[in-house]
């Protein structure tokens, strides 16, 4: 009996360690919204380090996130980024295509 209890617990305990290793899909927590000539877009609560396409006229951005937003001129967010816009910021800008969103570190 004592050797099925000691199973027992050290089963318990090793699904209580595992279901502390899982994390969830993170994400920020607002919206980013960027406009152009025929007005304004956003993506609201966005997954952390998704490449999110713009389009190619966005000429003012506004991180309204919790999270940095780093701005690309590639529409698959490749190569050198054009700009990091810190959360709850906004800037006006020319020829970014594309964004995506990280976690600033503490």
Avoid: H, W
């Amino acid at each position: 009996m004592r050797s099925a209890t000691r199973i027992a617990l050290g089963m318990a305990m090793a699904c209580v360690l595992a279901s502390q290793l899982v994390t969830p899909a993170a994400a920020a927590r607002g919206t980013f919204t960027f406009y152009d000539d025929d007005g304004g877009a956003g993506v609201v609560d966005p997954r952390d380090n998704t490449c999110y396409p713009l389009g190619s006229t966005v000429r003012r951005v506004e991180n309204r996130t919790d999270r940095q937003a780093v701005l690309y001129n590639s529409t698959d967010c490749t190569g050198k980024s054009a700009l990091v816009l810190p959360p709850r910021k906004g800037r006006d800008i020319a020829k970014v295509t594309a964004v995506m969103f990280v976690r600033t570190r503490r």
